[in-house]
């Protein structure tokens, strides 16, 4: 199978490699999206194998030759720092996208795959207590619903929305109180066996909170305590899987050094995986593709790469070390006419 392996930065944009990793190519200059911009997320377009999507810090811009060439999609997200983006399962039409820092953190949804972008009433405070300025990091679309949404912000909260981002509802203040609930990481949501309910987990910076009835209640696992690392940063679901997830975590941000947890049973048990070099910074991004669920991305903070080819159990450290890390992701194709200069090793 052809394979693109995308790595998004701060500060080197996206860097892209078409044969598993032993070489990188910068963007060419002269395009809208710049070689040395900020990148803070990417989304395959589960529409079309070569296509994907960018959020940075000057708005959204797409790519449909495997990440070789971007153009900006002119809409309502221009000059946002665009941090999230979803996709919903059902109807891939129906996006979302969460801003930040530097600008203002707010939700906004396309309902024609992408190409117009509306703000919703989800919109935070300009400034919040432990990041300065908040940022949508999590988005979660249920399964089976692409207008029941959850979107979780770094220092201001989980909320809900069950028609697309009319309305919403704030959950975590229903939580027990403790220190660091407001601060969302991640959000995964797992489709209900035999058409139960949902379980729902969310990532805080601290802990992990878990629901097996669609969010009424809630377990609490802390990660100290739990797993010995304190900093809870990133979940992924496993492509074609709805049991198996992975967790990612550190001593700290930028921190010295990560684990990632592996669990089979929808997070109500967690086993550590085998990593073959220490990591230098916590994990701050997984990478997967429904296309080979076996091959899984890993990211940190300071740039360090893993790639995992039996399904999150191993880790293998890549040569290629990169600038911070934002996102990563891979596409089941190569471009057709590449061009490869800016070639680094």
């Keep these: 199978m ?16 078409h044969d598993g990793g032993a070489k990188w190519y910068r963007l ?9 911009d900020c990148v803070r ?3 395959v377009d589960p529409r079309n194998p070569k296509a994907v999507w960018a959020g940075s810090e000057r708005g959204l811009f797409r790519s449909e030759d495997c990440g070789a060439h971007w153009h900006r999609v002119d809409c309502a997200l221009n000059d946002y720092a665009v941090w999230k983006l979803a996709v919903s399962d059902s109807d891939p039409n129906i996006l979302y996208a969460g801003t930040g820092s530097p600008t203002r953190s707010a939700f906004f949804r396309s309902r024609d795959g992408g190409v117009t972008w509306q703000q919703t009433t ?14 949508m990091l999590a988005i979660a679309v249920d399964p089976s619903d692409p207008q029941d949404v959850w979107v979780g912000v770094e220092e201001g909260g989980l909320f809900r929305t069950r028609d697309g981002g009319d309305s919403w509802t704030r959950l975590d203040e229903a939580w027990p109180s403790h220190p660091g609930n407001s601060d969302i990481h991640d959000i995964v949501i797992l489709p209900g066996k035999d058409q139960g309910p949902n379980t729902v987990l969310v990532l805080v910076v601290t802990a992990l909170y878990r629901s097996e009835d669609g969010g009424a209640t809630w377990t609490r696992a802390h990660a100290k ?11 992924l679901k496993k492509p074609g899987s709805d049991d198996e997830i992975a967790i990612g975590i550190g001593d700290g941000t930028p921190g010295t050094t990560a684990q990632v947890l592996l669990s089979t049973d929808r997070g109500a ?6 990593l073959d070099a220490q990591p230098n910074s916590c994990l701050w991004a997984f990478g997967a593709n429904p296309a080979d669920p076996t091959l899984l ?40 006419d590449m061009e490869l200069p800016h070639e680094t090793h």
Aim: aromatic letters at 10%.
């Design 269 to 274: 048990s967690w086993t550590p995986t085998t």
């Design 122 to 135: 989800l919109l935070m405070p300009e400034r919040c207590a432990g990041v300065s300025r908040p940022r």
């Design 41 to 43: 997320c990417l989304l």
């Design 297 to 336: 991305m890993a990211g940190t903070k300071f740039g360090h790469f893993f790639l995992s080819e039996d399904g999150g159990r191993h880790w293998a450290k890549q040569p290629r070390e990169f600038s911070e890390i934002t996102g990563m992701a891979w596409l089941p194709a190569t471009p057709v």
């Design 225 to 235: 305590e739990s797993w010995g690392l304190r900093y809870a940063r990133v979940l």
């Design 2 to 17: 052809q394979r693109t392996l995308l790595v998004s930065t701060d500060g080197q944009a996206i860097m892209r490699s």
């Design 28 to 36: 060419n200059i002269g395009q809208d999206l710049e070689y040395d």
